[in-house]
């Protein structure tokens, strides 16, 4: 029995899209609906048209150089249909870890360092995506047999009528979809503006979608025109008072730590006797937010004191993609030197170009180090015990004073510490008790670095900062929703000449206030310009701070009352920043709509500041 080369292609477009939308709606059913149907449905969007558009060209080069499907062709589909399906899985199981789909610097990561995204991937296996690549492998195996059985049958030169009408399908099927779930999120959550199919989609939103959709329209209408940039905020430059204090700096970023994590904000919890113990004699901030819950995009607001763009791109790892002079260029005409150090690779996220933007003076990643001695933790890099000696090294041949930037690594996922690290039972699951025991070795890893600086009489010289990139959550639900487990972070600094006793910030801050206290506290003076945040020395003058989340889903406005979260294509949300700090009840029904709109509207507004400040479309 010959089966006809359309037929078998229909069936393998069709049995690949079956697949798609049950895997995407088992990963609804197991997440909160809010994010992940917007996340979802943009997958399922660009991956519908994806199959179509590559079945139409098959079929149809087929019919028209009268190609004879050959054995071998068939077989080639079949494999190609499982990796398709695997790819599927890994989507499904990235959105499931890390609330967003892998982007391209995934991808490439994962092309040139197959043993580390292996690694990664056999770390997360579960019982159903093994279940899952199964029943893929099993229908490869029926449409290869399919596949065989049509190599006979010869295919007429003719122009298929299933060319126009699957293009139509698509073109108002993607139209369509995207009225509810806007185009920019197709774009960015998915490589489709890295394919050469992407001038299509983006001509169907330019001609249609943007044009005929109420929603989208609604939506372009409320952003408005570009409001005016940050220019003075971007633009600021320092000059020394008669008081400038020539300390040398230190800011430790700890990878993925959240507030409740720590032993000074969670005394229960003897994860971090050290840094307890700085916390009694250092300044720390109760309510310190991330500017934007993602490593690659806070480290500009760590490093710079100004927010990043308000995009999923990392455009600041373009050539003159930070439009103001971090902290290594602010402190250069002062002596400064600079340089940045971490175990993870260099390679994942152009954190070479993000770190060389910044202006250090020198970038050293753990391909630059001697990892020989050292284990390996993660699929991105070793313990940080690795660079304390490089670091010292570094320290040791400074004559003048010094920033120092680094960021630990063990806190990552998937939570793992060097086997000799003795652990401790912190908690009952086991995948909480691994994370908290990796946030015990980075309070011990700080503690060997304050011990080394203790030995060369450096300690008293040096402003020391301490704080995360970000939280994290262990139950994997929702992971790009604005918890306060994500966004909530410690923030300490310590320096006993500077800062004399405890203090205790308790009023909502970001972590663009860390530049312009280190400039108060060393008694710098501004040229030019102001800054965007304010010193934790003095009462900040806003009312409001803005973060957004982890996918740019949505952004955040928190102030003394409460916890506003604005959400692209779903109804906001209000918690109680008093009573409900963790933001569990939502109580948007009980809030006036005039609150809700002026809200609404800052953010709005202050996004269209921040990225016109970038260049960006808003």
Known sequence: MKVNPLFFGLAHSAAILVFLFITQAILIIQNDIYISVEIITSALIFETCFVLIFEIIILNSINLLRLKYSKL?????GILFFFILLGIVVDYEFIRLFGLHPNQHTLIFSIFHPGSAISAALSELNAFSINILIVAFFITIVLSIMGWRSSAHRAKPRFHLTVLISTIFIVFTYSGLSCFFPPDSIYDHTLVNKTLIGPFFSLINT??????????????????????????????????????????????????????SITPNNKDLQTTPFLNQLAREGIVVDKAYTDYSYTSKNLVSILCGVPPSNTKSLIETKPNGIPALCLPKLLKPFGYNSAFFQTATQHFEQRKKLIGNMGFDSFTPAERINTQRWEKVNYFGYEELAMLQPIMTW???????????????????????????????????????????????????????????????????????ITSDHGTTLDYKNVSIPHDEIMHVPLIIWNKNLISERKTVSDPRLQTDILPTIVDLLDYELKSGHSYGASLMEPTKKDDVYSVCKNNGCMTLINERHKFVYYYNHPPEIYDAINDPKGLNNIISSIPDNIIKSYTDKLLEWKSRVNSTYELPN
């Open 207 to 260: 001609t249609i979608t943007n044009k005929t959709c109420p929603l989208v329209s609604a939506s372009n209408k409320n952003i408005g025109q570009a409001a005016e940039p940050l220019s003075e905020e971007f633009n600021v430059t320092l000059e020394k008072s008669l008081s400038t204090k020539p300390y040398n700096i230190v800011i430790l970023i700890m990878e993925s730590v959240n507030f409740d």
């Open 73 to 77: 062709f068939s077989l080639i589909w």
């Open 395 to 465: 320290v040791d041949k400074q004559q003048d004073p010094f920033l120092l930037s680094l960021i630990t690594l063990s806190s990552h996922h998937d939570y793992k510490t060097a086997s000799l690290f003795p652990q401790s039972e912190f908690h009952s699951d086991s995948k909480t008790n691994n994370y908290l025991n990796t946030v015990k070795y980075v309070d011990f890893f700080t503690e060997n670095l304050f011990r080394e600086f203790k030995e060369r009489d450096l300690l008293d010289d040096t402003l020391f900062v």
